[in-house]
């Protein structure tokens, strides 16, 4: 699956992102010439050089399609969620797993999992910390693929798990 980015698209990158692609460059690597694309994450400002070749196997894709933006909060507002026995930290290794995958529906089951987590529990330091992640992540992508607000979006996800809590 060859992807191709063009100077000025957005491209979501694994745990980082969107980012917007500012460069496609030839460098040489290991003395031959490789096309590489110059990714600078929104969020961060943080550039990264992604050779065009393992873009794919690196988890560079394009951002969500508005089909897409309705199942993930169909994800979110789902409470079908099994039952959690796990300690803290093999659910926190589950999860930075599911983070790392890029995947925009595995990041939204993280943020439903831990939103109603933590309904009845308190959360440990580090899931809260991975929870604001994948808000985050969320957040920035949805915004971008709806083509609203950061702030709206926000809203939106805080008003479904608020009604969790009620």
């Keep these: 699956m060859k992807q191709q980015f063009a100077v000025g698209d957005k491209a979501v990158y694994p745990v980082h992102g969107v980012a917007e692609v500012v460069g496609l460059e030839n460098r040489d690597i290991g003395g031959s010439a490789v096309p590489v694309y110059i990714l600078k994450i929104i969020e961060t400002g943080m ?11 690196v988890g560079l ?9 309705k199942e993930v909060i169909s994800i979110l507002k789902s409470r079908d969620i ?15 797993e599911k983070i790392k995958t890029g995947s925009i529906f595995e990041i939204a089951e993280v943020m439903r999992d831990l939103s109603v ?50």
């Design 61 to 69: 894709r394009d951002l969500i399609s508005a089909k897409q933006v």
């Design 82 to 96: 099994p039952r959690d026995t796990q300690t803290w930290n093999r659910r926190y290794r589950e999860y930075m």
């Design 117 to 166: 987590l933590r309904l009845t529990k308190e959360l440990s330091f580090g899931e809260r910390k991975m929870l604001d992640t994948a808000k985050g992540l969320l957040t920035r992508e949805l915004a971008l693929a709806k083509g609203v607000e950061a702030a709206k979006i926000t809203a939106e996800i805080d008003a479904i798990f608020a009604a969790a809590a009620a």
């Design 47 to 57: 550039k990264i050089m992604i050779p065009t070749t393992n873009a794919g196997s």
